[in-house]
């Protein structure tokens, strides 16, 4: 299923669980005809995001909704910062606002976090990744979060790359046979997917590069000493992600050794929301 249609099914998903057979609370005291405004203030610096998703949510509940939007994804924002504002039937800004505020915070969080690491890298050739490590039904949108931070999204899925990890490796009976099966199952299937392989020690290094036929190597929890050995062993010929036990702080040690990328859990799997509220002008 294509990005936007995932989109499509989420806020579709998010208004029923959300709203179910009504909102009683809106339905009981405010008129269908009022109108009315409100405005998206942030409570909190950092990067901003989910406006372009925000403005989706609004239209597919309601889309005489009109949206002036004042401050663009991506950009930094401050305490008392005015993102956008929104008006029209006040039943639906009141229906549409805790969704808009669960997507932009948790997105605007990622985007904040995602900028820190991007900066602490900056004057190096690596690129800070995402994970797999996501809120189930919410990829798509924390990814973009990541993006829209400035940082780099791995593989979206399990669809469009193939990561032979540890527990692959040790399923299939070993490097060799790992990376021997993914290239036929490519060839069988016709698909042109790159080929990531982890590996755990320098013996499982060198069986890689003598086997051959990846696109990346991912040093797992190698330290950064070791991590500039495998540097100097690859020698370039293949892309290389560093990945497990790499701190804030440690970050910038595992880029100098030279490394492409290094891989981030911590992104989107315990990332603090960006505060910000939608009140009525």
């Known amino acids: 299923m294509e990005t936007g249609?995932?989109?499509?099914?989420?806020?579709?998903?998010?208004?029923?669980?959300?709203?179910?057979?009504?909102?009683?609370?809106?339905?009981?005291?405010?008129?269908?005809?009022?109108?009315?405004?409100?405005?998206?203030?942030?409570?909190?610096?950092?990067?901003?995001?989910?406006?372009?998703?925000?403005?989706?949510?609004?239209?597919?509940?309601?889309?005489?909704?009109?949206?002036?939007?004042?401050?663009?994804?991506?950009?930094?924002?401050?305490?008392?910062?005015?993102?956008?504002?929104?008006?029209?039937?006040?039943?639906?800004?009141?229906?549409?606002?805790?969704?808009?505020?669960?997507?932009?915070?948790?997105?605007?969080?990622?985007?904040?976090?995602?900028?820190?690491?991007?900066?602490?890298?900056?004057g190096t050739k690596t690129r800070v990744l995402d994970t797999r490590k996501t809120t189930p039904g919410m990829r798509m949108l924390e990814k973009e979060a990541v993006k829209i931070g400035g940082g780099t999204n791995h593989r979206i899925g399990l669809f469009d790359m193939i990561l032979l990890k540890d527990?692959?490796?040790?399923?299939?009976?070993?490097?060799?046979?790992?990376?021997?099966?993914?290239?036929?199952y490519c060839w069988k299937q016709g698909k042109s997917l790159p080929i990531e392989i982890e590996v755990r020690n320098f013996d499982e290094l060198e069986r890689v590069l003598k086997m051959g036929d990846v696109n990346r190597i991912m040093l797992d929890n190698f330290n950064v000493e070791n991590t500039r050995k495998a540097v100097e062993l690859v020698g370039g010929r293949y892309e290389i992600e560093s990945s497990g036990g790499i701190t804030f702080d440690t970050l910038r040690e595992y880029a100098e050794t030279g490394v492409d990328?290094?891989?981030?859990?911590?992104?989107?799997?315990?990332?603090?929301?960006?505060?910000?509220?939608?009140?009525?002008?």
């Open 167 to 184: 527990n692959h490796v040790d399923f299939a009976g070993g490097i060799e046979n790992a990376i021997a099966r993914a290239k036929e």
């Open 5 to 122: 249609l995932l989109i499509e099914e989420l806020i579709k998903l998010a208004f029923a669980e959300d709203i179910g057979d009504g909102d009683h609370t809106t339905l009981s005291t405010i008129p269908e005809s009022a109108q009315g405004k409100v405005q998206l203030i942030i409570k909190e610096d950092g990067i901003l995001a989910g406006v372009e998703i925000a403005g989706r949510i609004f239209h597919t509940f309601d889309s005489d909704l009109k949206i002036m939007v004042f401050i663009e994804d991506g950009a930094e924002v401050k305490y008392g910062d005015i993102a956008f504002t929104v008006e029209g039937k006040v039943q639906s800004l009141l229906q549409t606002e805790r969704l808009v505020l669960n997507v932009m915070q948790r997105m605007s969080g990622i985007a904040t976090t995602t900028r820190k690491y991007v900066k602490k890298l900056e």
């Open 261 to 281: 990328y290094i891989s981030v859990g911590a992104l989107t799997h315990s990332v603090k929301s960006l505060d910000m509220s939608l009140k009525a002008v």
